[in-house]
């Protein structure tokens, strides 16, 4: 199965504007995208995408050996970005996403000109000089409440990592795409997800760089993004006047315009 089958790409836009591929994070898909989509698509090309074993992608090609690892995840990346030949792109990725997309841009720095990190967080776990958001001992609760009973963990949790409890419409569609992912590969994404550290690559970043967090997020906390913003040398920073982990579904016409704003500054 070809690779662009096998992960679901969809490519919408103005042909001749500037690719954009836009990665999703854990226990979503390209659909969550929807909400930018269109105005993004009014000035670029755009590469959407299912990681494997997300979506509609081809979930016989999923292992857990192989996404065990961020690295796993990048290669979806530099596989698309591959077989469609880029050169250049800009890469947004959302969430874990983001730090997949260091990643791959670094794997292939002629493929991924520019990236937008969006709510990006490189560890999750607090350390004496690091605020992730989580103790060790939350984020081993948080993996076995999932392991033990992941549509269960689905429910209680995607109304927390979404905010803005006067819309439970969006935490239920959070839920809805947590539901639609196979329990297996959630568990591994997750574990994966969670328990990763990729403060050190940080460093290996050098194309310009967009930082969007929102003002309250209990997933990447303010104290994250000024970490990640002071870490990638020459990024620009900016706080959405949003809450939780998902602005592109909470603030799309404010996402849309910061990225837009931040690509065309680029030209």
């Not at 290669?75 to 791959?104: I, K, N, T, Y």
């Amino acid at each position: 199965m070809g690779i662009l089958r096998r992960n679901n790409v969809r490519i919408i836009g103005q042909e001749s504007g500037r690719t954009m591929v836009l990665a999703h994070g854990f226990g979503c898909d390209q659909n969550l995208w929807r909400l930018v989509a269109p105005g993004l698509a009014r000035h670029f090309r755009l590469v959407l995408f299912d990681y494997v074993g997300s979506g509609r992608s081809d979930l016989a090609a999923w292992q857990e050996e192989r996404y065990a690892t961020l690295d796993g995840y990048a290669q979806d990346v530099v596989d698309v970005c591959a077989e469609l030949d880029l050169r250049d792109a800009v890469f947004v990725g959302h969430s874990v996403s983001a730090m997949v997309g260091v990643l791959a841009a670094a794997a292939v720095p002629d493929r991924i000109g520019s990236m937008v990190m969006v709510c990006p967080s490189p560890s999750y776990i607090d350390e004496e000089d690091y605020r992730g958001g989580f103790t060790t001992a939350d984020i081993h609760e948080l993996l076995d409440s999932l392991e033990a009973n992941y549509l269960g963990w689905s429910a209680a949790m995607a109304p927390v990592i979404m905010g803005n409890p006067d819309r439970p419409e969006l935490g239920a569609e959070l839920a809805h795409s947590f539901c639609a992912t196979d329990p297996d590969i959630a568990r591994v994404f997750a574990r994966t997800t969670f328990l990763s550290d990729s403060r050190q690559d940080l460093k290996t970043v050098a194309v310009p760089t967009l930082v969007l967090e929102c003002e309250q997020d209990v997933i990447a906390p303010r104290e994250v993004g000024a970490y990640v913003h002071a870490a990638v040398a020459g990024s620009r920073l900016i706080t959405l006047a949003a809450t939780g982990h998902c602005p592109q579904l909470s603030a799309p016409e404010a996402t849309t315009r910061a990225i837009t704003t931040f690509v065309e500054e680029l030209e």
